[in-house]
């Protein structure tokens, strides 16, 4: 079982930026950051493997950067040139084993709470 509580959610302007952290009991899972709008599924934003190689949405591309401090057990996204469709609510995620699928939420074990970052115009 590994717990993971999210935080620096807050609200924005478009362009500005925001910091997400997320606290895990374990760091040495495969961790990711997802997000997800009333209505639509919930969409990866960004992940490390469990090798250290990361991967993000086309979407965010350029724009956030996540990281993982092993020490501290905790797993951030910086987010910079925030856009209004950046608004949802942010989950951090843990899983075992991506099988290369590492931007792909169905195969993420464990879930945190959810943090909520809104873009206004």
């Known amino acids: 079982q590994v717990q993971l509580v999210e935080s620096g959610g807050g609200s924005v302007q478009a362009g500005g930026s925001l910091r997400l952290s997320c606290l895990t009991s374990?760091?040495?899972?495969?961790m990711g950051w997802f997000r997800q709008v009333p209505g639509k599924e919930r969409e990866g934003v960004a992940h490390?493997?469990?090798?250290?190689?990361?991967n993000y949405a086309d979407s965010v591309k350029g724009r956030f950067t996540i990281s993982k401090d092993n020490a501290k057990n905790t797993l951030e996204l910086q987010m910079s040139s925030l856009k209004p469709e950046d608004t949802a609510m942010y989950y951090c995620a843990a899983v075992l084993f991506t099988m290369g699928r590492g931007l792909d939420p169905q195969i993420y074990d464990w879930w945190g709470q959810g943090t909520q970052v809104t873009v206004s115009s």
């Open positions: 490390i493997d469990c090798d250290g190689s990361i």
């Open positions: 374990d760091s040495s899972y495969c």
